[in-house]
């Protein structure tokens, strides 16, 4: 191999399609905007979700529902998950860092301890909140549920 034998791929170089540049360029008259009509005038843009005349999709499809601005999302953690972590880790205090750290939630999420499963050991949980069936569970086995 030398270096005067190097050559690209085949068909990995093609050369660049110069519009409006006479009939030599293979556009014609036209520059390959067809005769006539909007397109084919300079500053033509098509305004966003034109169809053409049709009805646009964004009109076609009926509204519903509402996003409420005030809802507060919580990352939902379970009981069940919470005493895996305690028998895997063998962890008494759980904190958002501790879950964090351990992969259960992202940093900036608020968490909220639900009911779900069965806590066995006595456990001290700081979370954003807590469901009353968490609370209880919780509490009864002697632990504390704090809420930040």
């Not at 293979?26 to 500053?43: E, I, L, M, N």
């Not at 999709?57 to 507060?72: A, D, S, T, Y």
């Not at 939902?76 to 992969?103: P, R, S």
Request: glycine letters at 14%.
């Amino acid at each position: 191999m030398n270096l005067n034998t190097l050559k690209p791929a085949a068909g990995s170089v093609r050369s660049n399609n110069r519009n409006g540049r006479g009939q030599g360029s293979g556009g014609g008259g036209t520059a390959r905007r067809g005769h006539k009509g909007a397109q084919s005038r300079s500053g033509y843009s098509a305004k966003v979700g034109f169809e053409g005349g049709q009805m646009p999709l964004q009109r076609r499809v009926p509204k519903f529902g509402f996003k409420n601005i005030n809802r507060v999302e919580y990352k939902a953690i379970n009981l069940d998950a919470v005493q895996q972590l305690i028998d895997k880790h063998n962890i008494t205090d759980i904190t958002l860092e501790v879950l964090i750290e351990k992969g259960l939630v992202a940093k900036r999420v608020l968490v909220k301890i639900l009911g779900r499963g069965e806590i066995k050991a006595k456990a001290n949980i700081t979370a954003h909140a807590f469901s009353a069936t968490a609370k209880q569970a919780i509490e009864s086995l002697g632990g504390t549920a704090s809420t930040i």
